[in-house]
């Protein structure tokens, strides 16, 4: 009996089929925006062919406009290429070059060069621009999300508020923060990366990923030494940041806090109105291997608040720190009285250098 492949069976054959069916359908998808753009670029040069008198030239920048949005990066810089052509062409059929024409052309020209450029730089993404910026929307939202403030015990308020220097959602402070009900214990770090707005925002969306993972994975004592030989790791020029890490077990009220480089956190006590600055120490994140972080301990009582926050709180051109944590200090007193809900929104608002991204944190005891 002759040994031999098995022939394949039905069900084989038939997801062989599909699977080659969808490959094609994928590939005819990914060819029809330019097949069409260079169909639509084609009709603007005949249409500058037969009517050079009414059919302007410069509508080849429609295509090429529309192909810098919709085309990926493999697929872009050939239509560019052909676009240049087409300008070419369209020009010389030009009954009259003018200088106003050949200046015409010459803006196409650098417009087809820009967008060459651009297509270049995209190629490092791999995706299309529509395609690009919704996926990196999406990765930014996901990382943010990781900031939301988790839900506490109903005899606890806990908010945060941050504002960017640039307007945008990108900034160099975040917050993460996680609620491990197990161990009824909430654990947040408030983080301030180097530089501030956009230029900071890339390396802030990294970090909140890497640290919205460490939280309540690795112990409290050990999450700011963590978090420093994961920057270490990373070799960035400017790969430094600012941290302060709160673990505070909502049972009992006591909290520990670790600061690397950071401002300090600060707690009121709502029986004497009084403000105690928690001071603890610890090298900047990313700067030395091996740092040791001491820690703040104390206990939230009835009516008590503690706040954490960034620099940007504190720090304003020609005004000293300590006067800048006096006033901050005077506005949340007042704010605190009038009530705690909304007082993270209102200070980051009322507070701080416009030139820096602003970030803080009210956590209170009812």
Not at 142 to 171: M, N
Not at 192 to 209: H, I, N, P
Not at 250 to 260: M, N, W
Request: proline letters at 5%; glycine letters at 10%; hydrophobic letters at 50%.
């Amino acid at each position: 009996m002759s040994v031999g492949a098995e022939p394949p069976s039905p069900v084989r054959a038939d997801a062989a089929r599909r699977y080659r069916a969808s490959k094609t359908r994928s590939r005819v998808a990914d060819q029809r925006p330019v097949i069409a753009l260079t169909a639509l670029a084609l009709l603007v040069v005949v249409a500058v062919a037969l009517y050079p008198q009414d059919a302007p030239f410069t509508a080849l920048m429609i295509p090429l406009l529309l192909g810098s949005l919709v085309l990926n990066p493999r697929q872009l810089p050939w239509f560019v290429v052909s676009v240049l052509g087409m300008v070419t062409v369209a020009l010389l059929l030009q009954p009259v070059i003018t200088p106003r024409t050949a200046g015409a052309a010459a803006v196409q020209f650098v417009m087809c060069v820009i967008v060459l450029v651009t297509a270049f730089r995209r190629s490092r993404l791999g995706v299309a621009g529509f395609t690009g910026e919704s996926m990196f929307v999406d990765l930014r939202d996901r990382l943010l999300r990781q900031g939301r403030i988790p839900d506490l015990p109903p005899d606890w308020h806990l908010e945060s508020a941050l504002v960017s220097a640039s307007g945008t959602r990108f900034a160099g402070d975040f917050v993460v923060a996680t609620y491990l009900e197990d161990d009824a214990r909430l654990e947040l770090v408030v983080v301030d990366v180097s530089g501030k707005g956009d230029q900071a925002g890339t390396r802030a969306l990294q970090l909140s990923g890497a640290f919205g993972g460490m939280l309540g994975s690795v112990a409290p004592q050990m999450f700011l030494a963590s978090a420093n030989d994961y920057l270490l790791r990373q070799d960035w020029a400017e790969g430094f940041a600012t941290a302060i890490h709160l673990a505070l077990w909502v049972d009992t009220g006591e909290f520990e806090v670790r600061s690397a480089g950071h401002p300090p956190a600060v707690l009121r006590a709502a029986g004497s109105g009084r403000w105690t600055v928690l001071e603890s120490s610890g090298a900047v994140l990313g700067l030395l291997p091996y740092a040791e972080y001491t820690t703040a301990r104390g206990q939230l009582r009835p009516g008590d608040a503690l706040m954490l926050y960034t620099d940007g709180m504190v720090e304003e051109p020609q005004r000293d720190l300590d006067l800048g944590l006096d006033r901050m200090l005077g506005q949340a007193e007042g704010l605190l009285r009038a009530g705690v809900v909304g007082s993270a929104e209102r200070l980051v608002e009322a507070l701080g250098s416009r030139d820096d991204d602003r970030a803080m944190v009210v956590v209170h005891r009812k």
